[in-house]
């Protein structure tokens, strides 16, 4: 298996600019989680799904960022418009859903914001 | 609430010498727990885990870690550090029969000095 995959691996924007990060989990596991890592916060979890649907947004930061899970294959992370406090390495993971699995991370997006 | 504590931001051990990393949590039931390592610009790798049984579980590359639930620990531990050792390590946990979100420490990073 090619593990978690996330594109692109970096992105650099300029502030105000629409940012959507990719992830592919890997095949069969029907849990994903969004996180966020910067040296100042440490490692943050934004939002999970279990079998698509939405669990846990409350480490979602604001209004600007949204993610969506169209299919068992394919997640995004949006931020619209983008700010330069959002620069940090975004982080996909997932896992069978029953919690004694661990999970299995992609290699991470990082992001700058200018 | 469930929630993990590491109380060492860093750690620096002796190539050669016996490395402890330290983890403290607390749940409201049965935990599980894990272990993962970050490499530089890497995402979070998988170590070990425990679920049930022996108190003493093995892990990748050597790495072992103790469970003790009166002490609500469960230290990471290897006999002999490798300089290849070095990098930032965090427990996690997870309660037993909610398959919700895993909670990270805010990590502890390794410094093995050749």
């Not at chain 2, 860093?10 to 010498?17: D, L």
């Not at chain 2, 990393?21 to 070990?48: A, E």
């Not at chain 2, 009166?70 to 427990?91: M, N």
Request: with cysteine.
């Amino acid at each position: 298996d090619a593990g978690v995959i996330q594109s692109p691996r970096h992105e650099v924007t300029e502030m105000g600019q629409e940012v959507t990060l990719r992830c592919k989990p890997i095949s069969g596991h029907n849990s994903l989680f969004w996180y966020r890592q910067t040296m100042m916060r440490g490692l943050e979890l934004l939002i999970y799904f279990n079998n698509n649907v939405p669990i846990d947004d409350s480490g979602m930061p604001e209004d600007r960022f949204s993610a969506k899970m169209p299919n068992a294959s394919f997640s995004t992370l949006k931020i619209q418009p983008s700010e330069p406090r959002d620069s940090a390495v975004y982080f996909c993971a997932s896992s069978p859903v029953h919690s004694s699995y661990e999970q299995y991370f992609g290699p991470g997006t990082r992001l700058t914001v200018t | 609430a469930q929630s993990v504590a590491q109380p060492e931001d860093q750690v620096n051990v002796a190539e050669g010498n016996p490395l402890t990393v330290k983890c403290t949590y607390s749940v409201s039931g049965n935990p599980y727990l894990f272990w993962y390592v970050q490499y530089p610009n890497r995402g979070l790798q998988f170590l070990l885990k425990y679920i049930t049984g022996d108190n003493l579980v093995k892990g990748s590359y050597g790495f072992e870690a103790e469970f003790n639930k009166s002490q609500t620990s469960f230290h990471l531990k290897k006999p002999s550090a490798l300089v290849s050792d070095s990098a930032l390590y965090f427990c996690a946990v997870r309660e037993v029969h909610r398959d919700d979100k895993i909670i990270f420490g805010k990590g502890t990073r390794l410094h093995i000095l050749p």
